[in-house]
């Protein structure tokens, strides 16, 4: 419930129940259904860290994710999300081009993905925006 309602809340209010929902997928991990939950999870509150230009907070969000993905090796699509993500802070941070981003967007298509490649490609033209990279 609150992965899917994240959109609604604060930074503040994710910061403060994201140990409590951690802790809770922890306990359901070795459930196959929600062994992803947790990846995902991290990955909404990475999308609005960043579009609140809390980077800071999105880095710590992005070490936590770094920390579980030994648990999600066999998820592709997982693997390839949190490269997404590293690659989208390192733009913020000027640490690398928009090339690295647009490589992973490229997988999608190759992937039949068009979805996901549109969603990826999407977010970060808004994040160019946001942040002023040319």
């Keep these: 419930m609150f992965t899917n309602t994240l959109s609604f809340y604060s930074n503040e209010l994710i910061d403060s129940v994201y140990y409590r929902a951690m802790n ?10 929600y062994r992803n939950e947790v990846a995902l999870m991290i990955f909404n509150i990475l999308e609005i860290k960043i579009v609140s230009k809390n980077v800071g907070s999105a880095r710590y969000y992005l070490a936590e994710l770094n920390k579980i993905k030994i648990d999600v090796i066999d998820n592709m699509y997982l693997q390839a999300m949190i490269k997404y993500f590293t690659a989208i802070l390192d733009l913020i941070s000027r640490k690398c081009q928009e090339e690295d981003v647009l490589r992973i967007a490229e997988m999608f298509d190759f992937l ?17 925006t946001l942040y002023d990279i040319v």
Aim: glycine share 4%; charged share 35%.
């Design 112 to 128: 039949g993905m068009d979805t996901k490649k549109n969603k990826c490609l999407t977010f970060c033209d808004k994040v160019k």
């Design 24 to 33: 809770t997928l922890l306990i359901l991990k070795n459930i196959k259904r």
